[in-house]
């Protein structure tokens, strides 16, 4: 079932431009906007404050920060602090980053990701009921007598960035729901709800309340070409680069073809394998073309499973144009369809 329909944007511009992308996003009527913190871009946490300081409707979600830089207990006070902030407008989520963490010589020695990130969610969404952690961590140093000092207003949906079949599972077990990443498709939607589920059967739980969003890059534009051009590149850059279970979720994707995509990045760089990215790769894992491509598109996502599409990176050749006809043509229109279908 669609419930809501958001934009994810980056930490590598300015904070002032992406504060303003987001009041704007909130004045446009999009559900959600999702902040990520890659690399030693900008904080999370500080643009995410001021974001919650200076709207009104809009939830901001951390998608998201990792246990790794800073400590899961620090984690809960910043999360309770933001949901303060903005009057409970915010989800929280972590991830392992795996791959970032390792780019940048962070992940400590004997680094277990998965039972790290498990153990700071399950603390992470313990701490925030006002309650002591608990238990004692195995990756980080606490006492189970560990609480906050102040309990939060409202309540904290706490979200996991997963990826592969483990973590999904995971998201069943002690998430309130997933952030899937760079490259989701709808068949990776699909396959990532039934990994959800299975874990949360495991641990008795209902996969009915854990909400599923997800980045999906996104195009639209009036010329139908120059919209499905824009992806190419960040097509070509995260094919080289994303888990192997993306790919094979993807449905019918030429494994060959994504093969020379990723040579030709390796060995040339990004634009070469950028000139290798075909129709059938646009179509399966981006959302790009017309209002009516992108709407028809998106409806393939909500279709398998996909509750929140956050429109991601791209948007478009001229993205001031896009942010506003995926608000005032888009949204209304998954809106109608989710309608639509749910009377049918």
């Known amino acids: 079932m669609f419930k809501g329909f958001g934009i994810s944007l980056s930490n590598e511009d300015p904070a002032e431009n992406t504060l303003a992308m987001i009041q704007r996003a909130d004045q446009l009527g999009y559900d959600e906007v999702s902040l990520p913190e890659s690399r030693h871009f900008r904080s999370v946490f500080s643009v995410a404050a001021a974001a919650l300081a200076t709207t009104d409707q ?120 997933v952030q899937l990443g760079a490259l989701a498709s709808p068949g990776y939607v699909s396959w990532a709800r039934e990994r959800m589920t299975i874990g949360a059967t495991r641990a008795g739980r209902d996969p009915a309340h854990m909400l599923v969003a997800s980045n999906v890059l996104t195009s639209v534009a009036r010329d139908r070409r120059m919209a499905r051009d824009a992806v190419r590149d960040v097509l070509a850059y995260y094919l080289h680069r994303v888990e192997s279970i993306m790919i094979e979720a993807g449905g019918d994707v030429d494994r060959d073809q994504v093969a020379r995509i990723g040579a030709a990045v390796r060995d040339h760089g990004v634009d070469a394998g950028a000139k290798l990215v075909n129709g059938d790769l646009i179509d399966t894992f981006a959302v790009a073309g017309t209002v009516e491509d992108v709407v028809e598109g998106f409806g393939r996502f909500i279709a398998a499973g996909l509750e929140v599409p956050l429109a991601w990176y791209t948007f478009g050749p001229d993205p001031d144009w896009a942010i506003d006809v995926l608000a005032s043509e888009v949204r209304p229109a998954l809106l109608d369809l989710d309608a639509r279908t749910s009377d049918g």
């Open 58 to 177: 809009i939830t901001v979600r951390i998608g998201v920060t990792n246990p790794v830089t800073r400590h899961p207990t620090i984690l809960a006070m910043e999360a309770g602090t933001l949901a303060e902030i903005g009057n409970g407008r915010l989800r929280f989520g972590i991830g392992a980053a795996a791959w970032t963490m390792r780019a940048l010589g962070y992940a400590p020695d004997r680094w277990k990701p998965y039972t790290n990130t498990v153990e700071a969610a399950r603390a992470i969404r313990q701490l925030l009921t006002g309650q002591p952690l608990g238990f004692t961590p195995t990756t980080f140093s606490a006492s189970p007598e560990t609480s906050l000092d102040f309990t939060p207003p409202h309540p904290i949906p706490v979200d996991l960035g997963a990826v592969n079949a483990r973590m999904m599972e995971a998201v069943g077990e002690v998430g309130d729901g």
